[in-house]
C-alpha cells in the first residue's frame, strides 16, 4: 500500500513542525501503536499492566521524535506510514520488552518472597501443561518455541543456535503455536 496524500501532508506538517500538527499525528496513529504493544507482549507471552502498556506506547512516541523526529526524516515513502510505523513500533516494544526482562533476571525476588502454596502449585501445573505441549511438537519446533518464549531469545539467535534461516524462525514459530493450540484441546 503507499503513502496517502493525508498521511503524506501530516508527515510535511510533523516534519515542518507546524501547530497541532504532532498532537494530529499521535491521535491518528495512538491506535496503531496501542496494537503493535498489545501484539508484542501477547507475542512474547509478556502480561502488560494498564501502566506498562502506557509506558511503552509513550517509549515508541518518545523514539519518533527522538533526534529531531529522526524516525520521521527516514521515512522515504516505499509503504504505507502506517505500515512504516509499525515496524519502528514493534522494535522498540520487543527492545524495552527484553530490556525489561533481562532487569528482571538481574534483579530476581527477595529469598523472603516466597510464592503461596496455591501460586507454587499454579506454577507447577502451568509447567507441565507448557511441558507436555512442547514435547507434542518436533525436536526443532520445541526447541525454537522455547529459545523464543521461555527464554527471550531474538531470531537471529535462535538462528545461529539451531542452524535454520533466520527468515525461517517466524513461520516456524507460527506453526507450532498453530500446533500448540490444536493439542491444547
Not at 506498562?52 to 519518533?64: C, K, N, P, Q
Not at 521515512?75 to 530490556?99: C, D, I, P, Q
Not at 511438537?137 to 531474538?154: C, K
Amino acid at each position: 500500500m503507499a503513502l496517502s496524500e493525508f498521511d503524506r501532508v501530516l508527515l510535511q506538517r510533523c516534519i515542518a513542525r507546524e501547530p497541532r500538527s504532532w498532537e494530529n499525528f499521535v491521535d491518528r496513529f495512538l491506535g496503531l501503536v496501542l496494537h503493535v504493544v498489545n501484539h508484542t507482549a501477547q507475542s512474547r507471552s509478556v502480561r502488560l499492566s494498564d501502566q506498562d502498556r502506557e509506558d511503552l506506547v509513550a517509549d515508541v512516541f518518545l523514539a519518533i521524535v527522538r533526534d529531531n523526529l529522526a524516525v520521521l526524516n527516514h521515512f522515504r515513502g516505499n509503504s504505507s506510514l502506517a505500515t512504516y510505523l509499525t515496524v519502528v513500533a514493534r522494535r522498540v516494544v520487543a527492545r524495552e520488552l527484553m530490556k525489561r526482562n533481562s532487569l528482571a533476571t538481574l534483579n530476581p525476588p527477595a529469598a523472603d518472597s516466597v510464592p503461596e502454596p496455591r501460586d507454587f502449585e499454579q506454577r507447577i501445573t502451568d509447567r507441565e501443561e507448557v511441558e507436555r505441549l512442547l514435547s507434542r511438537l518436533n525436536t526443532s519446533e520445541a526447541q525454537v518455541v522455547r529459545m523464543y518464549h521461555l527464554e527471550g531469545q531474538s531470531y537471529r539467535e535462535i538462528s545461529s543456535h539451531v542452524g535454520l534461516p533466520e527468515n525461517s524462525i517466524g513461520p516456524t514459530l507460527s506453526r507450532a503455536r498453530t500446533k500448540m493450540r490444536e493439542r491444547a484441546v
